[in-house]
């Protein structure tokens, strides 16, 4: 199982990450293919033109997203959506952060949020885990905890709210967020004490 880092600008790296030396230490990483300059550009245009082979291997793709266009973007989206395979795509372009675990696992992030200190932990994580870790590592350390909080949140706008159309909403949010926390009950009115515990447990860890 691999992943696939496609940077085709390595001064990005050396300018974002925190030190020097964790460009070389992403590169020894052996499940991870980071080709260089020249052979990354050369994937990017096979990828744009819809005609690159991707690794069957593969669990998680890394990708610049401003060499990507739209038919490069729909040549990945298609690989990951059949084979289930995680994409990051970052870009000094992107100005929100955006999620989603639909249909496979999807996050769009800033490079600057992308080249941190987490991202180095994120791959040998990921790596240690067999790529079950969750593309949330990566954004923040306390990820868990913010959803847990807004799941509270939630469901205490749910017992006060009316309007059906409103309590729908909150509902379809309420069950994304249990798609992501993956807990052994589902997160409801029912179960905010159990939801409380783990909030209770999670803060104590920080």
């Given at each position: ?21 964790d ?21 990017f ?58 249909e ?6 800033n ?57 729908n ?38």
């Amino acid at each position: 199982m691999k992943i696939l880092f496609l940077e085709d600008r390595p001064d990005r790296q050396l300018n974002h990450l925190p030190h020097k030396e964790d460009a070389k230490e992403i590169e020894s990483f052996p499940a991870l293919f980071m080709p260089k300059s020249d052979e990354c550009k050369t994937i990017f245009k096979q990828i744009n033109d819809g005609e690159y082979s991707f690794d069957n291997d593969l669990k998680i793709i890394i990708a610049h997203k401003s060499s990507l266009d739209t038919k490069g973007l729909e040549h990945i989206n298609r690989f990951c959506k059949a084979n289930m395979v995680k994409l990051i795509c970052f870009s000094g372009g992107i100005s929100q952060i955006t999620y989603n675990n639909e249909e496979y696992e999807f996050l769009n992030i800033n490079s600057a949020e992308f080249y941190t200190e987490r991202l180095i932990p994120f791959i040998k994580h990921s790596i240690n885990n067999n790529f079950e870790t969750t593309l949330l590592e990566i954004v923040y350390k306390d990820w868990k905890l913010s959803y847990m909080c807004l799941a509270r949140q939630i469901i205490e706008n749910l017992k006060l709210e009316t309007n059906d159309s409103a309590r729908n909403e909150f509902e379809v949010k309420l069950e994304k967020i249990n798609s992501i926390l993956k807990f052994g009950f589902t997160v409801n009115s029912e179960t905010i004490q159990e939801l409380n515990k783990e909030i209770t447990k999670r803060i104590l860890l920080v």
